[in-house]
């Protein structure tokens, strides 16, 4: 039996910070659950120089990564400077020599997931990403082992924090989006590029990486629909609110008849939803399993000391696997590697869903029937129309909620109607998840 | 390695039911995550005639619990027999064989826990009791591996189904908890004796389960305080709402300064809290980490099919730790056995808290200086009074919220308002869980 789990630590920014402060602040109470110490061995970045809030003893921040990958002292390596190339260069060189590997990246998983998981499971080495999706909600435990037992039927993740910060201002405070990105790019909450978070492809990556965890299927971030939040306005947030929904920007997975949707977008939610509640820079995840119902996850999605729980969360785990011999005891993609099958994923045309469509109108007689003998030639039924005061001779607005119809039916119909020589500017369409009544 | 794993289950009632329709539903899921088969080698209940709509294989079910203890081919056994002596006598005389053990029972863990941690920690083999706590909430899980790099500040849990189901249906119906539980009788939703969960019990099993896991200390049900709905009255749910507050039913526990809270009974928490909009049977448990932060799980506390899920992901657990020669990996408390230590429950009367306080008087002049003349004498202060409506020589309710105070200074106070001629009936006094301001 090892004496110690030796960990040596790649990326020393935001995530890596809190990694180190947990290792070292909670080193007594992860050794009494471990049984041995778990001891940060060495940190390597580019930068050795800034000062960082946390005191590492001297030599062991370094910026040679071989003083990882070549010392046999360490177990496991931590790769958390995130992007592409270097990041999967680090985690298979790490697994060439036999070492365990936690990661956080999930753009890399989302990407070259498969790349990883093949080599981790023919290596038989364990790859811990619980911190790839959620932060420090144990979001991939329950994926990978809790709800094991289920085949999941769904998912609805608010997986981007950024995104629901602003989009939870937008909603209490009735302010556009640019006003609100540039108030959280102060505040700290949005990058100086948002656009991985605000266009959805950070969900996108997140809600991958869980489709293949729950369905056993190889990660297929391309296929995954993505739009993101940019296009939003507060007039439709105040719509929605009087048909009693609330906006959120969802990864959404559905699994029916051997096939799964795969999609990321602003989906109106019934406010009674416990995910509706959820505001500013929280995640949640509803996962339905065919055994346990609904079950929701929530926390702080992002974040130094969050992240860095999860990344910790992994480090037990293998260490604890290292002791007993049991690395690989859970496949990476929990699945057995030979077990998992391409899944297909249904193309956004053919997913079924309810419609908010809102069409901007000059207001004279008749546009209404014309708009809805359209959707009607397209067999899209109307479940309720709203069409506050008239200004004969300006636009307003018509929104008009449909019944279950397809995707399909509903662009061809909008394509249609937006040539209308009535329509002043391209119609806005947010799906809507919830029962059809 | 093993070419299959074998399962005997003890007791086919309703949680037993549900996990032989996911084991014989879910087999080739279950296999394609495992690598083998798990496989439902026996069943056994005192009545094997009844039609439970589930059909086994000829020969499976029987009265025979040596059919399970003595067959070589069954690695894991499953306690769900409910109780305390019988229960108890299968788990030891399985571990005792060197099987591993699942059990969902809750009452036999708070009450005998620390013999039964003991035995499986001392033959190494692995007990999951995921099952135990919140239903098909992955909430054991969190506890000893997906929040295991986090001290445990405080954990706030609805947990159990039929007191927040009761709640719930007061809260929204304004009727009184006799009526409500009469109604939750006849829909299924409680017991024909419902004492354990409407008297705080069944709340107080599971705190103490995770209260053990958390901070690694014996589980010390005896010292955890209860206190049931049964007295909780719509008058009080109506003053919580006008103060901006729900009552549930909770599980509270709170570390410092080296030492535990422990605690079951009806708290006041702000209507914008997480926790606050769990409705009816469903189950929530937040945990505040140190790293983490706060984190929610939501989901079914209680069923044939959720807790059947949490079952089954524990077999999942241990069939992964058996075919790599890894059961015991994770000690039963989470923390290595030699490193659990007592920790000191605190005494209800030294916990600090907010109070809701509704006394009964006799509405006459100087009244209200003679009660919160007392509260004052005993270092009490008030935040806010609420006196509605004036009936000179009437009985009328006076209520009283006051700043953070310590229980027993509190409870002095009320024995003596209580004696006071002007108090017609004992003071109902609610603990508030929020900040004070």
Known sequence: MKARIGVGLVGFGTVGIGVAKILLGNRALIQRRVGVPVELVRVVDLDITRDRGVSLPPGMLTTDVGQILDDPSIDIVLELIGGYDAAKRVILDAMARGKQVVTANKALLAVHGEEIFEAAARRRVDLGFEASVGGGIPVIR??????????????????????????????????????????????????????????????????????????????????????????????????????????????????????????????????????????????????????????????????????????????????????????????????????????????????????YLRFMVLDRPGVLSQISGVLGRHGISISSVLQQGRKEGQTVPVVIMTHTSTERDVQASLREIDRMPFISEPTTLIRVEGHDE
């Not at 609805?156 to 302010?175: A, D, H």
């Not at 699994?255 to 995640?283: L, Q």
């Not at 079950?295 to 999860?310: D, K, R």
């Open 142 to 355: 329950a994926l990978t082992e809790g709800l094991a037992a289920n085949t999941i039927l769904s998912i609805y993740g608010i997986i981007n924090g950024t995104s629901n910060y602003i989009l939870s201002r937008m909603t209490s405070e009735g302010q556009g989006f640019k006003e609100v990105l540039a108030e959280a790019q102060r505040a700290g909450y949005a990058e100086a590029d948002p656009t991985f978070d605000v266009a959805g492809v950070d969900s996108a990556h997140k809600l991958s990486i869980m489709v293949s965890l729950a369905y056993g299927t190889p990660v297929n971030f391309k296929e995954v629909y993505t739009e993101g939040i940019t296009r939003l306005t507060p007039l439709d947030i105040t719509y929605a609110k009087e048909f009693g929904y609330t906006i959120k920007l969802l990864g959404i997975a559905k699994f029916s008849d051997g096939e799964v949707e795969a999609r990321v977008h602003p989906t109106m939610i019934p406010s009674t939803s416990p995910v509706a509640h959820v505001e500013g820079i929280y995640n949640a995840i509803q996962l339905a399993g065919d055994a346990v119902g609904d079950i929701v996850l929530y926390g702080q999605g992002a974040g130094s000391m969050p992240t860095g729980s999860a990344v910790v969360s992994d480090v037990i785990a293998i260490a604890r696997n290292l002791l007993t011999g049991a690395t690989g005891r859970v496949p990476p993609a929990s699945f057995q590697q030979d077990q998992r099958r391409p899944l297909r994923i249904r193309q956004m045309e053919e997913i079924v869903s309810l419609y």
